[in-house]
């Protein structure tokens, strides 16, 4: 979805790219400066401390919120590439809004690099207030105490299913596994999974990424897994599905990107809808004519989730970075970089969901079903224990 103005791109390399992303080791190395300094926090009613403040109305209303977060005047955020979901408008956009400095470190980190620089950096100014995680990731960190609970101003619109009871976390935006395939270089695109094992794409289907560390690689492989009579519980006909494409030489060992798609190295991507979207756009008067379909063999959905780190160093500023989120501004400037937001249904049904932006999401057939935690850390042990024996 792109305007006549400048904006940032809507499409980026995986959010857990491996050659960007910075291991354990590397954050607690890059935290070696001391603890953040001793500083005043705000209070709301009653005497409570913005780091304990579970509701805006625990700081005394939105207008005492927007005061506390412009009163420590920054915000560190990690994880968030300017053209993913249209992050890049977001930040800026809440920038001008208030008058709160956003610090965007590691733009490519993966979720796992979030959850190290929590640990390795607690009490230090430079840890990260707010984080943008992977479901699996946002209950682990859920279960070792490391978020903050806060009930945005729009919770009882987020589905139950949607959002930990005690608002640790919520999901926030998400898509469907996707097929993204070059028209100008791929004389019939492939529109289900089933299509990819035509001979005629010998060497040209790519993941974003290895599922083992990426989100949307891991989101392909659950998607394939149900396309061919697998299920939540059991992702192992995903990974077989994998191995025969590398076996029948399609399936190519090359994380799908920006560059390797104007190169032509990687005419067949699949990825999550609203990366594949932007590509559309991107690449238009660059010679590649980019076509996505959502294949309906192999339906599958995935949302990420906010959260609120316990320790963050600004702790009303990052609260005050949910509520824009959860607002119908910030939705809809998710909607605009073709992610769906959690609130969309909701906003549907009150009219604030900008209808341009939804009349370009590409089309999907059925419901989405999503998995459980223990059905989500099965097929994580499944991966881990059996992807590179198929496809090495």
Not at 104 to 131: C, H, M, N, Y
Not at 176 to 195: H, K, L, M, N, Q
């Amino acid at each position: 979805m792109r305007r006549a103005r400048p904006r940032p791109r809507i499409r980026a390399n995986g959010r857990a790219v491996a050659a960007l992303a910075l291991s354990t080791a590397a954050l607690t190395a890059l935290t070696a400066c001391g603890a953040a300094p001793e500083e005043e926090v705000a209070t709301g009613v009653n005497g409570v401390k913005s780091t304990e403040a579970t509701s805006v109305a625990d700081f005394g209303g939105m207008e005492k919120l927007v005061a506390a977060a412009e009163k420590e005047g920054e915000l560190n955020v990690i994880a968030l590439p300017p053209d993913w979901a249209n992050y890049g408008e977001i930040i800026k956009a809440f920038q001008a809004k208030y008058k709160v400095r956003i610090k965007s470190e590691t733009p490519d980190a993966s979720s796992s690099d979030e959850i190290a620089a929590v640990k390795s950096r607690k009490g230090q100014k430079r840890a990260p207030d707010v984080l943008d995680l992977g479901i699996a990731f946002a209950r682990s960190g859920a279960a070792e105490n490391l978020f903050a609970p806060y009930k945005v101003t729009a919770w009882d619109r987020i589905p139950d299913s949607q959002k930990d009871a005690d608002g640790r976390w919520y999901n926030d935006y998400g898509g469907y596994v996707s097929i993204g395939c070059d028209a100008a270089r791929i004389t019939t695109c492939p529109e289900t999974f089933a299509d990819l094992l035509k001979p005629e794409y010998k060497g040209k289907v790519a993941l974003n990424g290895n599922p083992t560390k990426s989100g949307s690689a891991f989101g392909g492989v659950y998607a394939a897994s149900l396309a061919n009579k697998g299920s939540f519980g059991d992702i192992q006909p995903g990974i077989d599905f994998f191995g025969k494409l590398k076996k029948s030489g399609n399936f190519i060992p090359v994380e799908s990107t920006p560059a390797t798609v104007e190169k032509g190295e990687t005419p067949i991507s699949i990825d999550w809808d609203y990366l594949n979207a932007g590509y559309a756009d991107q690449f238009k008067g660059k010679g590649v004519d980019w076509k996505v379909s959502v294949p309906a063999d192999g339906v599958y959905a995935q949302f990420y989730s906010q959260a609120i780190n316990k320790d963050a160093p600004h702790p009303a500023a990052a609260r005050l970075w949910m509520e824009y989120l959860y607002s119908a501004e910030g939705q809809n400037l998710w909607l605009k970089g073709y992610a769906r937001p959690v609130l969309l249904p909701a906003m549907t049904e009150d009219g604030t969901a900008d209808k341009t932006f939804v009349a370009k999401l590409p089309e999907v057939e059925g419901t989405p079903a999503f998995p459980s935690s223990d059905e989500l850390d099965q097929a994580n042990a499944t991966l881990a224990e059996n992807w590179d024996k198929a496809v090495s």
